[in-house]
């Protein structure tokens, strides 16, 4: 299946990219989509950092299981208004 | 007129007011929040904004609907932040709660900029004579 990544902020500086579709095995949750991320780009630090999960653009924990076409984005601590 | 916007251009209070009055509402309360040159010590030259903005024009639908039920004589909300490159002093978010009367409207009002910063999806990098930094904010409950 494919899910699309979202990264934003310092994460997005980090990782380098702020959009991109990745490929994963069916019923993967959202942890082996860090881990993933993880080896693919390991300058980025992810396990170090503080950050929370969006899937479809409500909040979820690390154990939620994706789906195929779901929009996933890594939120660093906000600071807007 | 869209409530609840991202944009990428300079916010008018009195297009966000409009958004909210009508002959019923008789009392509206604006925030605007501004790009601060200086705090404390620390000089800023210019902020860069950043958000995820389909998610966060959705939460500020969903903090105003936290403000309306606990206040249910709030009638209409609006909110609409700016992002990209901001200045010194320009106006990077803008909130209008209206009601029939004034009452609560403050008390809302508060209530929605405390909420924004906590948990919508918007972040500021900060330029300054030493560098670049993006913000992690202290009120972030995320």
């Known amino acids: 299946m494919q899910v699309k990544l979202r990264a934003f902020a310092a994460i997005r500086d980090s990782l380098g990219f702020g959009e991109k579709h990745v490929e994963l095995p069916d019923g993967a949750r959202v942890e082996a989509l860090l881990q993933h991320l993880h080896t693919l780009h390991p300058a980025a630090g992810l396990p170090e950092r503080h950050f929370s999960i969006a899937v479809n653009r409500s909040f979820v924990p690390r154990d939620h299981v994706l789906n195929d076409g779901d929009e996933v984005a890594l939120i660093p601590p906000v600071s807007g208004g | ?142």
């Open chain 2, 1 to 142: 007129m869209r409530l609840y916007e991202i944009t990428g251009g300079p916010i008018s209070l009195d297009n966000v007011m409009a958004r909210v009055v009508n002959p019923a509402r008789g009392g509206v309360t604006l925030f605007a929040g501004t790009v601060r040159g200086i705090t404390g010590e620390a000089e800023t030259d210019y902020l860069e904004y950043e958000a995820y903005p389909e998610m966060a024009e959705a939460s500020f639908a969903s903090i105003a609907g936290e403000a309306k039920q606990r206040w249910p004589d709030i009638a209409e909300v609006a909110v609409v932040h700016r992002v990209g490159r901001l200045e010194v002093g320009d106006v990077a978010i803008v909130i209008a709660v209206a009601a029939s009367h004034r009452r609560d409207t403050f008390d809302a009002c508060h209530y929605i900029i405390d909420r924004i910063k906590e948990v919508s999806p918007i972040w500021k990098k900060e330029v300054s004579p030493g560098g670049a930094l993006w913000i992690e904010g202290p009120e972030s409950k995320l």
